[in-house]
């Protein structure tokens, strides 16, 4: 069913989605909080876009052009509705569009910063895929590979320019292989707990692209006290006022 949702603690933005299909995850709130906006920035992508959680997020850090990609109509629709509904128009743009044909409609060097939360999960298996395909899509690589993603963003990215994402932890050693592969330089990241005695499930990384061999291992995030209650640096993130 389709609704209109609070983007979690941003009681201005507001956020259209379908729980039939998926809602915006944990992550899209964290990965716009861990970058950080550089003022001279004036074109930004986000890749795998989903509802535009991540568009909206950095609309309140920058005044950049933002441009986010959704290759499923279905939830292109939904984002094209959450951008109107929030008078982002101006600002944010939806493209449904196959992030692999980005290279026939866009100049390479064209964007200061891409983001991407994608598909976390390699090619789902026979009974996956006989869930929503909504949900398939948006949580596995069976259209669009990790690698295809990073050579876009190669191409499409300024020398210079920054690329984050949030992903795996299982997946690290790959992910970064990928990205030095593709010239894309670690220069931040940050591992995600969901408790102080789990093993991290979650990273989020940020790149240059051509940068130096230089990375900062930042302070680890983790998300919940052992009772369940959120940590105080995530009601910080979401804008939960104390006591909640």
Sequence with gaps: MERINTLVGYNNLKIVQNDDWFKFSLESVLLPNFVKINPRYKKILDLCTGNAPIPLLLSLKTKAKILGVEIQ??????????????NLQEQITILNEDLKNLKRI??????DLITVNPPYFKNPNKEIMNND????????????????????????????????????????????????????????IKLIYPKIDKKSNLFMVECIKNGKSEVEFEKPLYIHNNDGTYKDEIKRIFNIKEGV
Excluded: Q
Excluded at 106 to 111: A, K, L
Excluded at 144 to 158: A, G, P, R
Excluded at 159 to 187: D, Q, S
């Design 133 to 188: 395909i909504h949900k398939v899509i948006a949580r596995h690589e069976g259209n669009t590979s990790l690698e295809d993603i990073i050579n876009i963003s190669v191409y499409l990215l300024k020398n210079g320019g920054h690329f984050a994402m949030v992903h795996r932890t299982e997946r690290f050693f790959e992910i970064i292989e990928l990205l030095k592969k593709h010239n894309l330089t670690p220069k931040r």
């Design 106 to 111: 866009y100049d390479g060097d064209s964007f």
């Design 73 to 86: 109509k279905d939830i292109f629709e939904l984002a094209k509705k959450t951008i109107e509904m929030n």
